[in-house]
């Protein structure tokens, strides 16, 4: 077809009918597939225990997915790298949007690499989908952090049910600790449930928060202070410095009527700024305050051995609903019960009832 800028309106260029591409020189060549060949779990382990960025990458890949014959490959991969998990500090840390929880990060993160670690950047954010927006644990909020080697940064599994959300989050500290990252950040949105879920993976929960916006209790809920190991009040920079200092004393205060923590840990308040990295050791020196604490308690173990506990009881309730609602049988009765429940057939009791002795009994034939 004629190319319409050939037509006499036009002026000035004409466009050429392009040339036929050549034939192939080599015609045994064959074009080199873009597929990455199927890693075995003993590649997975392997490249994992040595360090392999890639390779831990794309094992963590195998824990999002939502596929069935990769989730039995994740989860002999997980087994493997077990014994090697563990050693890590495990820091969750939480903040409403804007609190400068990406800045603080940044900061804290070169902090402690500073000092020799490694360190993996996780996120919980049930909410996020990896195509929208601006996700927590995004390389691209971290910028110095993303150019160091010694950081593996890796955003929120996508949307899903927060439980499957946080058991991936939690399987992705094992691999993450059996690769060497001797330190773990867990990132959450502090605005909902997601910080229980976080709380239940870590060692030291860090909440950080603003001052000077009026309300200094700014939308975080109770629940979410009582969890809280430590409290990092940020942007205490310049006019801001005194409202920062109000406010520690304001949370100090909140703090004091807080039943004592299940560690007997005193959570501390200080103040900082992310940004103008001013007092981010002071931060650091909490955090090593805790553990060191915790660690001499017995707290620690202590903790880890109800998380670990609370994610079988987690992952058992998880496949159940799973197995559940996705039994094509129950499935349809389920539609059918819903029904003459709205039409006053029948009263929602008498109908889950029912639901659940038809799955009962088909899992005894
Ligand atoms: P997030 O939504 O919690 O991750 O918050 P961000 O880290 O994206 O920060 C939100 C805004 O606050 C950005 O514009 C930052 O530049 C700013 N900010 C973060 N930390 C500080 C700080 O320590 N001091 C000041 N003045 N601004 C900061």
Redesign the pocket.
């Known amino acids: 077809m004629e190319h319409p800028e050939n037509d006499k309106a036009y002026k000035g260029l004409t466009v050429n009918s392009g040339v036929t591409s050549q034939p192939c020189v080599n015609p045994y060549r064959r074009p080199r597939s873009t597929r990455r060949p199927q890693l075995t779990v003993s590649d997975y382990v392997e490249g994992i225990l040595k360090g392999n960025v890639s390779v831990l990458g794309q094992a963590v890949t195998l824990v999002e997915s939502l596929a069935d014959h990769h989730q039995a490959l994740a989860q002999e991969v997980i087994e493997k790298c077990l014994p090697y998990s563990g050693n890590s500090r495990r820091i969750g840390i939480t903040?409403?949007?804007?609190?400068?929880?990406?800045?603080?990060?940044?900061a804290f993160g070169l902090h402690v690499i500073n000092q020799g670690h490694k360190l993996a950047v996780l996120a919980i954010d049930p909410s996020s989908e990896r195509s929208r927006g601006?996700i927590?644990g995004d390389k691209t909020?971290m910028e110095k952090l993303s150019l160091e080697k010694d950081a593996f940064i890796r955003p929120s599994p996508s949307a899903g049910s927060l439980g499957g959300v946080a058991r991936k989050t939690r399987e992705t500290i094992v691999l993450c600790e059996a690769a060497g990252y001797d330190t773990i950040f867990v990132?959450t949105?502090g605005v909902g449930q997601s910080e229980t879920a976080v709380h239940s993976m870590v060692d030291f929960f860090l909440l950080?928060q603003l001052a000077g916006t009026g309300d200094e209790l700014q939308g975080i809920k109770r629940g979410i202070m009582e969890m809280a190991d430590g409290i990092a009040i940020?942007?205490?920079?310049?006019d801001?410095i005194d409202r920062a200092n109000l406010a520690a004393a304001q949370f100090r205060n909140a703090l004091h009527l807080f039943p004592p923590t299940p560690s007997k840990w005193r959570p501390e308040v200080i103040t900082?700024?992310?940004?103008?990295e001013?007092g981010i050791d002071k931060v650091w020196d909490m955090i090593d305050r805790y553990f060191d604490y915790v660690k001499k308690t017995g707290f620690f173990e202590k903790k880890r051995n109800e998380q670990a506990k609370y994610w079988m009881i987690e992952t058992i309730n998880e496949q159940l609903r799973n197995n559940f609602y996705n039994t094509p049988e129950v499935k349809a009765l389920l539609e059918q019960k819903e029904l003459r429940v709205l039409n006053n057939e029948q009263s929602s009791f008498t109908a889950a009832k029912d639901v659940l002795d038809f799955y009962f009994d088909s899992l005894r034939k």
């Open positions: 903040g409403v949007p804007g609190a400068g929880k990406s800045t603080s990060i940044d601006s927590l909020r990132e949105v950080i940020n942007k205490a920079d310049g801001n900082y700024s992310g940004y103008y001013i």
